[in-house]
């Protein structure tokens, strides 16, 4: 089951086009390639939604802020927007995705 609130959702949707665009092209440019080149391919497939959802941060209002007045008080009440994938805000996104990239390029040089 995926948990998310505001646009969380779409951290799994970048991800899912990242990994589209690098199996597209390993699989067009490089059918024949060994393992090594496919792990490698798995690292700039994280790499690539770690950029995908860091320009989507930048891109997107920082607090979505919306004012209401209490009808019974007349007190303004402020409620902001808060973007998390399983609890996880959407800005800390890239660098897990950055830090499991990173993981993945080390486990391709480490000898078996």
């Known amino acids: 089951m995926i948990i ?6 779409l951290v799994v949707l970048i991800l899912l086009l990242s990994t589209f665009i690098v199996e597209f092209i390993y699989n067009v440019f490089m059918p024949d390639a060994g393992m090594l080149v496919r792990q490698l391919a798995g ?3 994280c790499f690539l ?8 941060t930048r891109l997107s209002p920082r607090q979505k802020t919306r004012k209401y007045v209490d009808s019974e008080t007349g007190d303004f009440i402020v409620s902001t927007s808060k973007d ?4 996880i805000p959407v800005r800390f996104w890239t660098v897990i995705y950055a830090v499991l990239g990173i993981a993945m390029l080390i486990a391709c040089f480490l000898p078996t």
């Open 4 to 9: 998310w609130r505001g646009h969380g959702f």
């Open 43 to 45: 690292a700039f497939m």
């Open 49 to 56: 939604a770690a950029i995908g959802v860091f320009v989507y």
């Open 84 to 87: 998390s994938l399983f609890f």
